[in-house]
């Protein structure tokens, strides 16, 4: 039910912008009434065209000085400590524009509209956070919006965190199961608990648990991808992406899987769509040229779609060029005895006598791959991000190995841009886990020049 959450916190920004133009538009408007105009003569020319221009900017730079206030937050924050960002946010970037325009008096010269500029920003932004907690609230108290949790404690903090989540229904929370310990048996009875219904999040109420137990814990969390938190302890682990909270007066902390939690996972997708948008357009004439020469070759599509495991265990469809005979999927079950890969559940073979002539150009030159943009642009992949295994390999995964899942595959990524096939699996293991626990843009953004650099110079790949 978190996705519900998650949309009422990204619609802000779009409403946002929407009513930061209204409100200038309305402090322009007001501008040349004529109650204004009689005691405040119009001294300047500001045509609406060129007015609704400058707004437009103002409006974008805006939306950046709320981002940096932090106004965009994922996690659930008090009215009051909302509606304070946004009165802080507001003066910030009017104050910004007033000392702009002073020093360029020609571009903008009107006090007046900027100062009912800000007035009805305010106005705005805060009736739409007001409305949309209500939404939240009402939506919580329906059961739309409910996260579901299983607390492992038998003690003071685990009797004031369920009195708290019966009391204070607005926090959204739901225990769906109460364990008094944690032990093997209690993390058996999760595993069995997971495959009934689905666990948003575990909390450990005893901070003085069994660091064994705590540890299988916590890769139980990762495999099911399960939010983990616990009551604040000194723990002898190492923990680097990590948020501190506090319910019921007890400090809280969650670890966090990776940074595309919140507004990581929207920037990311955003960038996913615009440049995938625009490579599938730029590679226009490459799917031609090479959709025929895949007909002239062999028999057979010029696209499969082959089975492959994403985000959060969900199969998808994977689209590519096709390197391989009709029926190779077939003819994979005999070949397994010359599988050359005896460190993971990947198979290859140097020589496959099932990739075409063709197939072997395109594969080397990771041709084959262009259609997986379609993917990226449906939502079932990303750019950058782990490689997509098939589901028979996926099945052959340690429990290390689930947190592979915990994002979408990506058409590139840093196993593929730092050894590409010659790279161990527990090596790419290691790397795709980096990744997902030290994501930024600017990685994304290395990894793809990165990507045009070995796809363009290095021959290692089949």
């Not at 912008?17 to 109650?35: D, E, N, P, V």
């Not at 604040?232 to 595309?260: C, H, Q, R, W």
């Not at 939690?261 to 004439?285: H, N, Q, T, Y």
């Not at 028999?299 to 590519?320: A, C, D, I, M, Q």
Request: net charge positive.
């Amino acid at each position: 039910m978190r996705k519900n959450k998650l949309l009422l916190d990204v619609i802000e920004v779009p409403l946002d912008f929407i009513f930061l133009m209204l409100s200038g538009i309305l402090a322009y408007l007001l501008r040349f009434k004529s109650f204004v105009v009689q005691y405040r003569p119009i001294l300047f020319d500001l045509p609406l065209p060129l007015f609704l221009k400058i707004l437009l900017g103002v409006s974008f730079f805006a939306l950046i000085i709320l981002i940096l206030s932090g106004v965009y937050s994922f996690k659930r924050e008090r009215l009051r400590h909302k509606l304070s960002k946004v009165f802080s946010a507001c003066s910030t970037f009017v104050l910004i524009l007033v000392v702009a325009f002073f020093f360029n008096q020609r571009l903008f010269s009107s006090r007046f509209i900027v100062i009912f500029f800000w007035v009805f920003s305010l106005i705005f932004l805060s009736l739409e956070r007001i409305i949309l907690n209500f939404i939240y609230n009402v939506l919580v108290k329906k059961g739309v919006i409910q996260i579901k949790v299983v607390l492992i404690g038998n003690n003071d903090n685990s009797y004031k965190l369920i009195s708290e989540f019966k009391k204070n229904k607005s926090l959204g929370y739901k225990v769906i199961e109460n364990y008094d310990i944690l032990d093997d048996q209690s993390i058996i009875k999760l595993d069995d608990l997971s495959k009934e219904i689905l666990i948003d999040e575990i909390i450990l109420a005893d901070p003085y648990a069994d660091r064994e137990a705590v540890n299988k814990l916590v890769n139980f969390c990762n495999t099911h991808h399960i939010v983990y938190r616990y009551a604040a302890s000194i723990l002898e682990t190492k923990i680097i992406n990590f948020e501190v909270d506090t319910i019921a007066g007890i400090p809280m902390i969650e670890i966090k899987g990776t940074p595309l939690d919140g507004w990581g996972r929207v920037w990311k997708r955003f960038f996913d769509i615009i440049l995938s948008f625009l490579a599938l357009i730029i590679f226009i004439p490459i799917y031609l040229i090479v959709g025929l020469i895949i007909k002239l070759d062999t028999k057979g599509p010029v696209l499969v779609k082959l089975n492959r495991v994403g985000s959060k265990n969900e199969p998808f469809k994977l689209y590519k060029f096709r390197s391989m005979v009709v029926g190779a999927d077939k003819m994979k079950k005999d070949l397994m005895q010359y599988n050359e890969r005896e460190d993971g559940p990947l198979f290859k073979m140097k020589d496959d006598p099932r990739i075409t002539r063709v197939g072997k150009f395109i594969r080397r030159t990771s041709i084959d791959e262009i259609p997986n943009l379609i993917n990226v642009f449906k939502g079932g992949m990303s750019l950058v991000g782990p490689r997509a295994h098939e589901p028979g390999e996926v099945q052959n995964y340690r429990d290390k190995h689930m947190k592979l899942l915990s994002i979408k595959p990506g058409v590139s990524g840093m196993a593929q841009v730092s050894g590409r096939s010659d790279l161990k699996f527990e090596e790419e293991v290691k790397l795709d886990i980096y990744y997902i626990e030290n994501w930024s843009l600017m990685l994304d953004l290395r990894i793809l020049l990165k990507t045009i650099k070995v796809v363009l110079f290095d021959k290692t790949a089949v």
